[in-house]
């Protein structure tokens, strides 16, 4: 496991018996349907999960902070790492952070520096008394998905709980690093909300609230060939910016739905 820095600062019956055995006869026959040609199973896609919201965030202002993900907390293809959008949170909220990226990693990949984010998360220091935890990504993963991602992602979380029982948990889902969002992208986005949301944790969706589009895509990503589509220096800023203004909206959030969110039909083709 490679930890890229650790950043300290100060921040009636029978009648009814009748139509039911109506009822079965006609169902029977529908499930049957010997009329029909057997065809391969389509993917399904499940629907959102509903769930009560999570307790809202209670941050103090030096709180103790890991911040674990992969390449993008990792501060790629900014001026230098230390200007990434982990360090520049923690820097204007005055947090007391550990950094943990990971260049290339996922919760079924693992990267160029260090294993996949079970592993590495198996190896964080026990000793961090965390006030909060920020897990970001991975779009590492949309290569591999779905074989076995939720079961990655479910084990690496309950490793994670029994290690930090006291920590507030926040899920960062994958943000796109190129548009339109990729379909592998998106499922890996709803799979964690719906997974976060069972939990009862506050998931935040880049996607969702759109924090790269079409119209600001050129200044958030360096598609060059020392970026190779990460965010730039100014990218990793407003992802930092953007990033504190959700986290400000789950502190005494009232009422908030913890859906998975929606993917479009046209999406289930593979």
């Known amino acids: 496991m490679h930890e890229h820095g650790r950043l300290r600062v100060r921040r009636p019956w029978l ?15 529908a499930a049957w349907r010997p009329w029909t040609q057997t065809s391969a199973p389509v993917a ?21 902070v890991l911040i674990f993900g992969d390449s993008w907390v990792y501060g790629s293809a900014a001026e230098v790492p230390t200007l990434g959008f ?6 204007n909220l005055g947090w007391d952070a550990t950094v943990d990226g990971v260049r290339g990693s996922g919760y079924l990949k693992a990267g ?7 592993t590495r998360i198996a190896a964080l220091d026990p ?37 930090y029982p ?29 997974l976060a949301a069972a939990r009862s944790w506050w998931y935040i969706s880049p996607i969702e609230q759109e924090w790269i589009t079409e119209a600001n895509y050129l200044d958030v990503i360096d598609t060059g060939e020392i970026g190779r589509d990460h965010p730039s220096t100014d990218g990793h800023a407003y992802l930092a910016e953007r ?3 959700a986290l400000d909206g789950l502190s005494g959030a009232a009422e908030v739905v913890a859906d998975a969110p929606t993917i ?3 999406d289930l083709t593979p």
Request: with cysteine; proline share 7%.
């Open 86 to 91: 982990a360090y520049r949170i923690a820097e």
């Open 44 to 64: 399904a896609v499940d629907e959102p999960v509903a769930a009560a919201a999570p307790a809202a965030l209670d941050v103090p202002d030096d709180a103790s």
């Open 127 to 163: 000793s961090l008394d965390l006030d909060l935890i920020i897990v970001e990504g991975s779009i590492n993963d949309r290569r591999l998905y779905p074989a076995g991602y939720r079961d990655a992602v479910v084990s690496a979380w309950d490793a994670l709980a029994a290690l």
């Open 166 to 194: 006291d920590a507030q948990i926040v899920i960062l889902g994958p943000a796109p690093q190129v548009l339109p969002v990729e379909k592998a992208t998106a499922r890996i986005d709803a799979d964690l909300a719906a």
């Open 243 to 245: 990033l504190a203004e």
């Open 264 to 266: 479009d039909e046209a």
């Open 112 to 118: 160029i520096d260090g294993p996949d984010y079970g």
């Open 15 to 29: 009648p009814l018996a009748g139509v039911a055995l109506a009822v079965a006869l006609v169902c029977a026959v």
